[in-house]
């Protein structure tokens, strides 16, 4: 049996073990809220951090779009702008500097008005635009004609979106430059036209040439079946017949001659004979050759040729040509009793002839066309025959000598028509 003294020695002992057990847990316990603790605080500051870098990366690619705005409002091709809903400039792109000639600080605070961009037909439209923007509304694209700050215009295409910028309303504006896009537009329209009118006239050519071909052949084939028909023919009458032959033979030849000329000068096949010629001799010719058509017309015909002249280089045939077909056109449109001049002029590096005449005269409108091929003038195609070949015969073979041709004329007074030679 154990003594009292073992037995107190044991519960002393047992005591002071509970009590250092309880001492290691607390220590124990202690730690592990302190390392708690510290993870918390660690676990805690981290998440503050990634907090940090999230939001500092968030204000990167805030700052990296707006950027990304700004450079493609600022380089876009277009003329970009914002206004107010008074119409006053907020803020304009490079292409809006271009368009309007206006600097960006002259154009913020200013307005279409203000600055006078719009003229005054286009501000009812504008107007009406703007009050649509107060509403909401997006508006375009509608065309318009600005000033610019030169003073020259400009067509453009405009359209407006309203918005917001921080809860203030303002409109963004693009304008797209039209100019070039118009002006193309035009010219075809214009080519199209163009190409309707050379249709008639070529429908009409046609419808001539068939009256002119036909005629002299009609007459030759009907007198020549005369004088075959009939053999007891007295020869007067014979020679008579004979000599209209001749004529109506002649007249098809100069015709056909003057397509086919026009033919190669088109197709750049002309050959020009080039030779030293009498210009004065030559016009001489030409002048009499026409004296009995002058005579049934009753007109004057005068010659104004100097006693001599420096001669010139060119091909006989075809400024003979253009002496005929100006002066057949000077006695043509030219009424009874009226008067045709011929002259010849020494210049200083060039010869130059003209004929004129107190005929019809040609209107204003028509004068820049008169050398185009088939080109007739209306208020006279339907009174006076005609292919409309004949002066753009003349504009090239003339043109091909190197020289020029000038008309003048006024309606109701006459014309006159001029060409140059160049000397040898």
Do not use: C, W
């Not at 290691?24 to 907090?51: D, F, M, P, T």
């Not at 700052?63 to 006053?88: C, V």
């Amino acid at each position: 049996m154990l003594s009292v003294a073992a037995i107190i020695a044991v519960v002393v002992l047992a005591g002071v073990m509970v009590g250092r057990m309880r001492d290691l847990r607390e220590q124990l316990e202690r730690q592990i809220a302190l390392r708690q603790s510290a993870e918390e605080v660690i676990q805690k500051g981290g998440e503050k951090y990634a907090g940090i870098a999230e939001r500092k990366q968030m204000d990167e690619e805030l700052m990296s779009s707006q950027e990304r705005l700004k450079i493609l409002f600022e380089y876009a091709p277009d003329a970009y702008y914002l206004n107010d809903l008074k119409g006053e400039f907020i803020d304009g792109n490079r292409a809006a500097e271009e368009l309007t000639g206006y600097k960006r600080e002259e154009l913020i605070g200013g307005s279409f008005l203000k600055l006078n961009i719009l003229p005054r037909a286009e501000i009812l439209k504008a107007a009406a635009l703007l009050a649509r923007n107060m509403l909401g509304q997006p508006t375009g694209p509608d065309e318009f004609i600005l000033n610019r700050k030169d003073g020259s215009q400009v067509s453009v295409e405009i359209r407006t979106f309203p918005t917001k910028i921080k809860g203030k309303t303002v409109v963004l504006g693009i304008a797209r430059d039209i100019t070039e896009r118009k002006r193309r537009a035009r010219e075809l329209e214009e080519a199209n036209e163009r190409m309707k009118e050379l249709d008639r006239m070529k429908s009409h050519f046609l419808s001539n040439i068939s009256h002119e071909l036909r005629t002299p052949l009609a007459s030759i084939k009907g007198f020549t079946e005369t004088i075959l028909g009939e053999k007891a023919m007295d020869e007067k009458n014979r020679q008579e017949f004979l000599q209209i032959i001749k004529e109506d033979t002649e007249r098809l030849t100069l015709l056909i001659n003057r397509l086919l000329n026009l033919s190669r000068i088109e197709v750049g096949k002309i050959k020009l004979k080039k030779q030293k010629i009498d210009l004065i001799e030559e016009t001489r010719e030409v002048i009499s050759s026409y004296g009995s058509q002058a005579r049934i017309k009753n007109l004057v015909l005068e010659s104004n040729l100097p006693g001599e002249l420096h001669p010139v280089y060119a091909d006989p045939e075809y400024i003979k040509e253009v002496l005929i077909q100006l002066l057949e056109n000077a006695i043509k449109f030219t009424e009874e009793y009226g008067k045709v001049a011929v002259s010849v002029m020494d210049q200083s590096s060039q010869v130059e002839v003209s004929v004129s005449d107190t005929g019809v005269g040609i209107p204003k409108g028509d004068l820049p066309h008169i050398f185009e091929k088939f080109y007739k003038v209306e208020r006279l195609a339907e009174e006076i025959s005609g292919l409309g070949i004949g002066l753009p015969l003349v504009k090239s073979i003339i043109e091909a000598h190197g020289g020029k041709v000038e008309v003048e004329s006024e309606v109701g007074k006459g014309s006159k028509f001029s060409f140059t030679l160049p000397k040898e």
